[in-house]
């Protein structure tokens, strides 16, 4: 078989038994482990927002910046509950980087309006951004009152923050 000495494959998977090993064993790996500790992941996180990012709102600017410390901070704490098992959550939820800038979009989006609605920001993120990977009750509870306390506001109410 002729293969080109310029072909190149990118290939992005999770662990798998399944996988072919001489792939592995051939092939150069890159891999990507979350950071260690809530500063580091904090850290990371918002490195990932530049001064352009952050500025480019027309309206409440330092609301939004507010907030989405608030949910980089909030991100970094509930990665951070994994460790500790039953304590943390019921059950380990794969929250990822996806789930934090799908967060902090949806609070530039909602806040780039002359009044921002905090019931919608309360929903999209304590119900579908991070809401809708869990499924326990309790765990649930423990998220809407993760999100209150990082983003001062009453989810289940929807009151605004203070």
């Known amino acids: ?34 950071p260690k500790g809530l500063k580091k992941n904090m850290m ?8 352009e990012y952050m ?25 951070e509950r994994k460790k500790y098992g039953p304590l943390g959550f019921n059950k380990a939820y794969d929250f990822n980087e996806s789930d934090l800038t799908a967060a902090v979009d949806t609070l530039k989006d909602l806040c780039n309006r002359p009044n921002i609605p ?11 951004t991070y809401g809708g990977r869990i499924t326990e009750d309790l765990d649930f509870r423990t998220l809407l009152c993760t999100l209150k306390t990082f983003l001062k506001t009453d989810v289940q109410k929807g009151s605004e923050f203070k």
């Open 55 to 79: 500025n480019n709102i027309k309206f409440n600017g330092v609301i939004f910046k507010r907030l989405a410390f608030g949910a980089i901070f909030m991100h970094a704490a509930i990665l």
């Open 1 to 34: 078989m002729n293969v080109n000495s310029e072909f190149r494959l990118f290939l992005t998977a999770r662990p798998c038994n399944r996988f072919p090993i001489p792939l592995l064993q051939y092939g150069i790996k890159v891999a990507y482990e979350n």
């Open 118 to 128: 905090y019931d919608a920001i309360a929903y999209m993120l304590g119900e579908i």
């Open 44 to 51: 990371g996180s918002l490195m990932k927002y530049d001064d």
